[in-house]
């Protein structure tokens, strides 16, 4: 019964994709790799139950489709990440499942009575393509799980240089997906087809709820993120010649100790005098255009001078921020939360996680350790 709902679950999801107003790239790979999905589960939900008797002209599309999921999962995460992929290097990825059809097509033009017989005998006659099949499926979902992984990472660096919130571009959700995959991939190779349809099922849900809870999958509620700092071209705010040869220059070449200094000491100023990091969406190309300078510049400053990122950066000042208003008497009346939304943070997780990573300890310890008090702490 539960392949029936991962059945109906994804077809349901990829329906929702491919009517998705103003839907993107990404969004109809997720559809098209949630549909096949469907047909996968199906198929093996036919062989499991011995119904492929009633539905025969299913038998065979389930044996190349795990070599599917990983260039899907790939090309996936390559779009989420905003790294750009041609049509033939797409296509490559492919080709090993293309390849098995191509061989597989001699069985599918067979009589039904002749597929049924090859299927209840152990698929006699084919059993040389059988073993290559299962031998290449294993090795291709674990290097498209490592090299997925591999683009996530560097995508939260890229970030980490652009913005001072991370927690709904992450894609740590795409992550754990991935971690379910690794467990599917894990049955696979303990040689369990029930254990292994039974996370497939699994992992359909998990693909329902994140859809549901992350912005911008299911719905139209998407998160703009900057242009990648080593290609958005010039930013900011230009007013004459002088301002656009300036900002090449920064763009395109290292700059010197002394100019370096001169931009940090307006930055900090900035900071000190503004507090523009109590603003929880604070880019870096915000600030940049505050400057008037390239943000190439004004991150070639933030990494050299304080040996940060962007978003270390940011989320430092906060906190910073945090302890001096702790102090005062008149906060003690809100709580621990309300002031570090005061700061610029934007969740509680995000808070706490930056406040231990720069000071040691949690907020809370934090407090006590300074003998402070607040109304209520987390």
């Known amino acids: 019964m539960i392949h029936i709902v991962g059945v109906v679950i994804s077809l349901f999801l990829s329906i929702l994709l491919f009517t998705k107003k103003g839907k993107s790239r990404a969004d109809l790979v997720l559809a098209f790799w949630l549909f096949l999905i469907s047909i996968h589960l199906l198929c093996y939900y036919l062989i499991a139950s011995d119904k492929f008797l009633e539905y025969p002209y299913f038998l065979g599309l389930e044996i190349p489709m795990p070599l599917l999921h990983g260039p899907f999962l790939y090309l996936y995460a390559t779009l989420l990440t905003g790294k750009k992929i041609g049509k033939l290097y797409c296509s490559f990825h492919f080709l090993p499942a293309v390849l098995a059809y191509i061989a597989l097509s001699k069985f599918f033009l067979l009589a039904t009575g002749e597929k049924i017989f090859i299927y209840e005998n152990n698929g006699i006659g084919y059993l040389g393509l059988l073993k290559i099949v299962h031998f290449a499926i294993l090795p291709s979902g674990i290097a498209y799980i490592i090299m997925s992984l591999y683009l996530i990472e560097g995508h939260r660096k890229n970030i980490s240089n652009l913005v001072s919130h991370l927690e709904k571009i992450n894609l740590n959700w795409l992550r754990n997906l991935m971690i379910g ?42 998160i703009t993120l900057p242009a990648n700092h080593l290609e958005m071209g010039l930013l900011g705010v230009i007013e004459d010649e002088s301002s656009i040869t300036t900002k090449v220059k920064y763009q395109k070449s290292t700059m010197g100790y002394t100019l370096l200094s001169e931009i940090h000491l307006q930055v900090t100023q900035l900071m000190q005098q503004e507090k523009l990091f109590k603003d929880p969406e604070l880019s870096l190309n915000e600030l ?70 720069k000071i040691g300890v949690s907020p809370t310890t934090y407090l006590k350790q300074q003998k402070l008090s607040l109304q209520a702490t987390i």
């Open 181 to 222: 995959m690794s467990l599917i991939w894990l049955s696979i190779l303990l040689g369990n087809d029930i254990s292994t349809f039974t996370l497939v099922d699994l992992f359909i849900l998990s693909i329902g709820y994140f859809g549901i809870k992350q912005v911008g999958i299911f719905n139209n509620n998407v």
């Open 288 to 357: 940049a255009e505050r400057l008037n300078i390239h943000p190439n510049a004004l991150s070639q400053v933030i990494n050299t001078l304080e040996d940060k990122n962007f978003y270390d950066y940011v989320n430092g000042l906060r906190i910073e921020e945090f302890k001096l208003i702790s102090m005062r008497p008149g906060n003690h009346k809100f709580t621990l939360l309300a002031l570090a939304y005061e700061v610029g943070f934007n969740s509680k997780t995000s808070f706490n996680r930056n406040f231990k990573k």
